[in-house]
């Protein structure tokens, strides 16, 4: 939709997912409108459904809210909602609470105050539906948010043509604001509500710096109402008026200061008795910590601030060309710098000091530059010298060219560059607490994945299909041919269901071969919760990967470099690790199972039991069911243990956590985990079109409104930065590579769904297998599978050029020195849709 109608939106066309919102000054400029909108969604095929359709009305429902020419305000239907909620009884129903109150936010004044004991609820971490502490407080917040809603004021939209007028006012413990325009009654009317409570270290600052930072904490908030506009600010301390007459100002103040200059306010004063509604949203009461945004401003670097804002950008021109009438204080700033510059042919140089080494330097006449050439100027040494950073940037100029901020623009600039933020490099840090498993029975679940894809043997397998039980830790592994959702579903029934009895759940990654249809339908027939990982985010199966690398590092050891047999040893790899003490749970995983020490080559049957016992048949009974009973208390001690451990560990990774936490709308680079050879680190951006809170992970879309199919974990995400919008991707790996193969005149890539053929269906026994007639050709060799499974397409696995392995071309022989070797494609993976678990 947006795609559409992108020349519309926000001329006179809103659009959110399939929703249209059409509006017009005049009924003509409407009829228009909408015949232009209708005839874009004939072209592209588009149809409405007339039943849902309004016109010509002054006054529409849109996204819960009532919009009309007089304003905004809470739709009628949303409210009563709310006014109807029950008392919540744990943390997600407050989280709900909260979340639909939160999209009313900006009518109640000190929203973030009132609702502090229903968000204190929220924190910590543990089960979704955990149980909650409700008292007093929390009741009285709950009233008041249902109160405030129904009583909410209808917010006048902005009016570009009439000036703002902005009250802020500060306390002990927030700061609070209020932006207001003349209404047609000449009236004062509130455009939005803003309050924030201050952090820990600032409620220590002085009563003036705190003043000062209410009104910055406005002025950021709505600078893109007030840019470029005529405003007046109101503060009930009147010494702001006087911030640049100060004696000995704090560096604090000087920073602050410099920032104001860029609003370029008129401040003026307004007793306290007459400022009541931003020293309400300032004086209202907190309890919770300070929240994410951040009071301390960034920087923004404001050189030469006493000039007036048509005089700043090129003032050392007017050492050439003065003109003939300049401001006293412009007049008076050149006279007081002329002594740093110098003329030569009718160009402004620059008198700098270089550092020519730790002690030494020199004084030299570099270039002044015009702000117009500035940026072509830095793309030029920014691009021209392999993408190269700030510091770079600016040792390379600062030698030849000049301008009054020029280290701060160089910085600016360059966090706008596409090809270095796809490029960056990835750091190692986490964004997100852990979300520990809960330790279930023994083997109630269990967690599977591949490995491979490996050497060809001589029986021709080339994966090991790996499972390990969360409690015992008890490992199992099966050599195949192919990774192949039959191998999974096999190894399921006669592996784990035929020998351990059906688990309550199993834990996989995202690969076609678990996401399959089929394999979906059995795991729903036996009762079996069958939970995914988010894509591309191993640690969620974290036991079992931890298992590949043991089991990969025996094998290699065991096979010496006889790679045509490495199945041989999969079973002398598997008993090593079972009888190897887990060191979570003090105990092996053969012992957990069995409740017994194993019987290793070259023991004698039993040699802790006596000769005379085991001569004893009762003897032998009552000790064996003595060991039967040891089991259920070796494991329920190690459970205890794991859990304890577990906690530990949480701790641990949350204290060194860097939260990172995006909002829908946000523009974002994703991991680029297929990168092949010089393809970028990233790709993107996309936008985030939803998040899921509970597990840290988030649904993304292309710039061309085209949904990523499955959730993305927030460390797999970055911040990017922009001048302008973008419209079209930095790096799209599909047309890249598609491009590439056009270049070098090679095939394009398959991209078919495989035609199933057979008319099997998957059995209503609880334990069947669930395919049991699977047909493989020699489409196989090309990366390709036919499964027969209902007539249903049960999974799509296309070739992959990017992910090309290595096929010894005699695999019935141990690789020469010098081995020779041919292509063979990889299956690729595609992920499902849905949340993670």
């Known amino acids: 939709m947006n795609r559409v109608l992108g020349d519309c939106i926000d001329h006179f066309v809103l659009v959110y997912l399939d929703d249209i919102l059409i509006y017009s000054k005049s009924m003509d400029d409407h009829v228009r409108h909408v015949r232009v909108v209708l005839d874009k969604l004939r072209e592209a095929k588009l149809y409405a459904n007339m039943s849902k359709c309004h016109f010509g009305q002054k006054e529409v429902e849109f996204l819960g809210f009532r919009v009309s020419g007089d304003g ?467 640690r969620t199966n974290g036991k079992c990967e931890r298992l590949n690398g043991t089991f990969k590092a025996m094998i290699r050891k065991y096979v010496n470099g006889a790679l045509h047999i490495w199945d041989e040893y999969l079973d002398t790899a598997l008993f090593a690790c079972r009888i190897r003490t887990h060191h979570t749970t003090g105990y092996s995983p053969f012992f957990m199972t069995y409740g017994r020490d194993p019987i290793l080559p070259g023991d004698s049957l039993r040699p802790y039991i006596s000769e005379q016992a085991l001569k004893d048949p009762r003897a032998m009974a009552e000790l064996t069911a003595q060991e039967l009973e040891n089991v259920d208390q070796v494991r329920a001690a190690a459970i205890q243990r794991m859990q304890a451990i577990s906690q530990k560990d949480k701790e641990r990774w949350d204290k060194a956590l860097n939260i990172l936490d995006f909002d829908i709308g946000d523009y974002v680079k994703l991991t680029h985990e297929g990168r092949y050879g010089l393809e970028p680190r990233y790709k993107g951006p996309y936008v985030i079109i939803a998040k899921n809170q509970d597990f840290g992970t988030y649904k993304l879309e292309t710039i061309q409104g085209e949904p990523l199919a499955s959730w993305v974990h927030v460390d797999r995400l970055a911040k990017v930065n922009f001048d302008t919008e973008p419209t079209t991707p930095w790096f799209d790996p599909k047309k890249t590579r598609a491009e590439w193969r056009s270049r070098m005149h090679l095939a394009p890539e398959e991209d078919e769904i495989d035609k199933l053929v057979g008319q099997d269906t998957v059995p209503d026994t609880p334990c069947g297998s669930p395919l049991q007639h699977v047909q493989h050709d020699s489409s196989i060799a090309r990366g390709r599978s036919i499964v027969s499974a209902g007539g249903n397409v049960e999974q799509k696995v296309p070739v992959n050029a990017a992910k090309r392995r290595f096929k010894p071309k005699n695999p019935g022989r141990p690789p020469q020195v010098t081995p020779q070797f041919e292509f063979q494609s990889a299956a690729s993976s595609s992920s499902p849709t849905g949340p993670p678990p």
Not at 101 to 120: G, K, N, V
Not at 355 to 374: C, H, I, N, Q, T
């Open 72 to 538: 905004t305000r809470p739709a009628e239907g949303k409210l009563a909602a709310i006014q109807g909620w029950k008392v919540p009884t744990n943390v997600q129903e407050v989280r709900q609470f909260i979340g639909l109150a939160q999209h009313y936010r900006r009518f109640i004044p000190c929203f973030a105050s009132i609702a502090t004991p229903l968000t204190d609820l929220t924190k910590g971490s543990g089960p979704k539906r955990r149980a909650i502490t409700w008292n007093d407080a929390c009741q009285t917040s709950f009233e008041m948010i249902k109160a405030k809603l129904m009583s909410a004021p209808v917010l006048q939209a902005p009016d570009t043509s009439k000036p703002y007028r902005v009250e802020c006012d500060a306390s002990d413990v927030g700061v609070g604001a209020v932006l207001l325009q003349h209404d047609n009654e000449g009236r004062w009317h509130p455009l939005a509500y803003e309050s924030h409570k201050l952090s820990k270290e600032e409620r220590h600052y002085p009563a003036q710096e705190r003043e000062l930072l209410a009104m910055l904490y406005a002025l950021r908030t709505w600078r893109c109402f007030l840019e470029g506009r005529p405003y007046q600010i109101f503060t009930d301390h009147n010494s702001l008026k006087y911030l640049r007459s100060q004696a000995k100002p704090t560096p604090r103040l000087i920073r602050w200061m410099n920032e104001l200059e860029l609003f370029d306010p008129e401040i003026l004063y307004k007793p306290g008795k007459e400022n009541d509604v931003p020293d309400a949203l300032s004086r209202k009461d907190y309890d919770g910590e300070a929240g994410d945004k951040t009071l301390e401003p960034q920087f923004l670097y404001a050189s030469m601030s006493k000039l007036p804002d048509d005089h700043r950008q090129d003032w050392p021109e007017y050492y050439v060309n003065k003109p003939k009438e300049l401001p006293k204080e412009v007049d008076d700033f050149l006279k007081q710098e002329q002594d740093h510059f110098v003329i030569h042919a009718s160009k402004v140089y620059r008198k700098v000091k270089i550092k020519k080494g730790d002690d030494d330097s020199m004084v030299k006449e570099v270039r002044y530059l015009p702000f117009a050439a500035r940026a072509d100027k830095v793309k030029m040494f920014h691009d021209g010298f392999g993408h190269a950073g700030q510091r770079t940037v600016f040792d390379l100029m600062h030698t030849r060219y000049w301008w009054p901020t020029m280290k701060v623009d160089i910085q600016d600039w360059l966090s706008t560059c596409p090809s270095c933020q796809m490029n960056a490099r990835q750091g190692h840090t986490h964004h997100d607490p852990m979300h520990p498993l809960p330790v279930p029975q023994a083997f109630e679940r269990w967690h599977l994945d591949f490995i491979g894809e490996l050497p060809r043997t001589v029986l021709g397998n080339r994966w090991i299909l790996v499972a390990v039980d969360y409690t015992t830790n008890y490992p199992i592994a099966r050599a195949v041919h192919v990774a192949s959702t039959k191998a999974v579903a096999d190894f399921l029934y006669e592996e784990i269901v035929m020998r351990f009895g059906c688990p309550k759940e199993i834990l996989t990654d995202r690969g076609t071969n678990f996401t399959s249809k089929v394999l979906a339908h059995y795991t729903r027939r036996v009762k079996m919760n069958h939970k995914l990982t988010s894509a591309f985010h191993p």
